[in-house]
């Protein structure tokens, strides 16, 4: 069993940054692709970008060159650093842990945090 809890959101303005962390409990974190979802109001939840057990990334089209995540093992820790924030990044974030292969695949993934709210005001 893995317990996520997001943190670091906010509300900013577009051109701003904003760092998001996902912190883990459990021993095992490092064995885990982990990931970043979002989603929007009315919208279905989608794939942000992702990090697996080799320190592997993947980024959807929409956040490539502004979007970078990271984790630190020794902390049980994700991140997520944005950049050049637009209005349409507003959204709940949530990060994930899974043993799937595919790391932009919602089915690679079974534990889920419980979301931290990203706002981006024009």
């Known amino acids: 069993q893995v317990q996520l809890v997001e943190s670091g959101g906010g509300l900013v303005q577009a051109g701003d940054s904003l760092r998001l962390s996902c912190a883990a409990s459990?021993?095992?974190?490092?064995?885990?692709?982990m990931g970043w979802f979002r989603q929007a109001p009315g919208k279905e939840r989608e794939f942000v970008a992702g990090?697996?057990?080799?320190?592997?990334?993947d980024y959807a089209d929409s956040v490539k060159g502004r979007f970078t995540t990271s984790r630190d093992n020794a902390k049980s820790t994700m991140y997520l650093q944005m950049s050049s924030l637009k209005p349409e990044d507003t959204a709940v974030y949530y990060c994930a842990a899974g043993k799937g292969v595919a790391i932009s695949s919602l089915r690679s993934y079974d534990y889920w945090g419980q979301g931290t709210q990203v706002t981006v005001s024009s």
């Open positions: 990090i697996d057990w080799n320190s592997g990334t």
């Open positions: 459990g021993r095992t974190f490092s064995v885990y692709t």
